[in-house]
């Protein structure tokens, strides 16, 4: 469930903590010398006041989330709506640190979304990022951004014998400006030569240098780009946004998923239950972990597939086997499915470990896990590896 957010800048803090407690009926449910925050429940909202924001009055509003999901969701609706949203990861904040995005609406009023992942000693900062302000409320105001390509077969880049990486990574980087609410043109000598001709300055422009100066990168009637195509970065600072590029978003709960990825790649069994706790106390999905997890494996069985493949194909030439196919089917990070561990009743395994022993498991789960012979795959059900480990004391790595 979401919460809407009020933060109001006052002067007096202890003034104002004493009328907003006699309103609310309840004293703050976090008090500092700077700061004062309720937590309401009906209704509900997190209504802040501090010392920190200047001017006197409604700083910003917002909404304050209970999982990352919903902080994607809600940052999702907001660039559909057309607006530009400031990211912001793990950053101090009225006492507490979580990841944010800012945006203002069309009257210029700030709001911020925001999901809270722990404790922090210091303020921080609650103002919006110096960036927002730079960047506008949108992209709607910007000129129009014209492109004018050589002639060629097509501008995706995946046309003829090979893709071309550029132009593929312009393509998105232009449908990206498209979703941010940017008009954008482009045109292709070899199918609309009329556009060119009738745009007074790309005419002269190839009158005089020729097609060498193609593609051209025009905001408004200027010239901005000639010869090149200029990176996401550079196409949002010519449409009047801050950056192309988020400051980050490798959040603490990013950084877990990696180390969850990386210890299932390096078979290490410490390292795997202590991020997976460290992931858990900071709200990580078990759905965005088994993706971690997923992940690694492909990238893991890769070069073993590719091997049986090369062997398969040595051995038997001429032949197309099914791991042949497989190999070369299968992306070594595509793979959505979750990993599938084989039981020992099913595969015939003794009790006898190959890998070492069985996982550790927690109280619960005691008896349940005895009852089974340990193997080198692990637990029958890919769900009880991760409902069962018990997390490694102190920090593995």
């Not at 700061?35 to 509900?44: G, Q, S, V």
């Not at 009738?198 to 905001?219: H, I, M, R, S």
């Not at 965005?288 to 073993?304: F, H, N, Q, S, Y």
């Amino acid at each position: 469930m979401n919460r809407f957010h009020v933060h109001v800048a006052v002067e007096n803090l202890n003034e104002s903590v004493t009328f907003y407690s006699d309103l609310f009926g309840m004293r703050p449910t976090v008090e500092r010398p700077d700061y004062a925050k309720w937590m309401l429940e009906d209704p509900r909202v997190n209504f802040a006041i501090s010392t920190h924001c200047g001017e006197a009055g409604v700083d910003h509003l917002g909404i304050q989330v209970e999982t990352t999901a919903e902080l994607a969701e809600v940052g999702a609706r907001l660039r559909t709506a057309g607006r530009s949203v400031v990211q912001q990861n793990g950053a101090p904040c009225c006492y507490t640190k979580g990841d944010k995005g800012w945006v203002k609406d069309p009257q210029g009023l700030t709001w911020e979304t925001f999901f809270t992942s722990g404790a922090s000693t210091v303020f921080g900062d609650d103002a919006m990022p110096s960036g927002l302000n730079a960047a506008g409320a949108t992209a709607c105001c910007a000129e129009e951004i014209a492109v004018f390509d050589p002639p060629m077969c097509c501008s995706t880049g995946v046309c003829g014998p090979s893709v071309d990486p550029q132009l593929t990574r312009f393509a998105a980087d232009l449908d990206w400006l498209r979703s941010q609410g940017v008009k954008v043109e482009r045109y292709n000598l070899s199918h609309a030569p009329g556009e060119f001709a009738a745009n007074a300055v790309v005419k002269k422009a190839v009158e005089d240098k020729g097609n060498e100066c193609l593609p051209l990168v025009l905001v408004g009637d200027a010239i901005v780009s000639s010869g090149t195509y200029p990176d996401r970065d550079a196409l949002a600072r010519l449409a009047g946004m801050r950056s192309g590029v988020q400051e980050t978003i490798y959040s603490g709960a990013v950084a877990e998923l990696v180390a969850i990825g990386a210890a299932i790649a390096a078979n290490c069994e410490p390292c795997f239950k202590f991020h997976f706790d460290r992931a858990r106390k900071l709200g990580v999905s078990r759905e965005d972990m088994w993706r971690a997890v997923a992940t690694a494996k492909g990238v893991k069985e890769t070069p073993a597939r590719a091997m049986v493949a090369l062997a398969e194909r040595l051995l038997n030439p001429g032949k197309v086997s099914q791991t042949a196919t497989r190999a070369a089917e299968t992306a070594c990070c595509s793979s959505e499915e979750k990993p599938s561990f084989a039981s020992p009743a099913s595969n015939g395994a003794t009790s006898a470990s190959c890998c070492g022993g069985g996982t550790e498991r927690s109280a619960e789960s005691a008896s349940g896990a005895t009852a089974a012979a340990s193997t080198c795959c692990g637990p029958d059900k890919a769900s009880d590896a991760i409902e069962t480990v018990k997390p490694a004391a102190g920090k593995c790595c």
